[in-house]
């Protein structure tokens, strides 16, 4: 069972920045496409952005394209997401997430963290 530690929310004003971080437990991390899910308040859970085992193919929402950058270290076993141009919509319990099933295609994310909150003020 992969255990994904999410850190790097907080509270942000409009147009401001965070970096969120997510560390994977195991030996197998390389082998894991991963991605970010956002749910806001009293709507379902969303797709943010996901990426490839190596790192070579990546995927946005188009809510985000452009302002969010989803990258990998997988010498440090951890996944991030760049968020620059915060919006107030943005605001959310953002989720990392595994597809523990090895270099599979279409992913299938069935690990997920505990979440960490970002809250954009305008």
């Known amino acids: 069972q992969v255990q994904l530690v999410e850190s790097g929310g907080g509270l942000v004003q409009a147009g401001g920045s965070l970096r969120l971080s997510c560390v994977a437990s195991?030996?197998?991390?390389?082998?894991?496409?991963m991605a970010w899910y956002r749910q806001a308040p009293g709507k379902e859970r969303q797709f943010v952005a996901d990426?490839?085992?190596?790192?070579?193919?990546?995927r946005y929402a188009d809510s985000v394209k452009g302002r969010f950058t989803i990258s990998r270290d997988n010498a440090k076993n951890t996944v991030y997401l760049r968020m620059n141009s915060l919006k107030p919509e943005d605001t959310a319990v953002y989720y990392c997430?595994?597809?523990?099933?090895?270099?599979?295609?279409?992913?299938?994310?069935?690990?997920w963290g505990q979440g960490t909150q970002v809250t954009v003020s305008s």
């Open positions: 997430a595994a597809d523990t099933g090895g270099w599979r295609i279409p992913y299938e994310f069935d690990s």
């Open positions: 195991g030996r197998s991390f390389s082998s894991y496409a």
């Open positions: 990426i490839s085992w190596s790192g070579g193919n990546t």
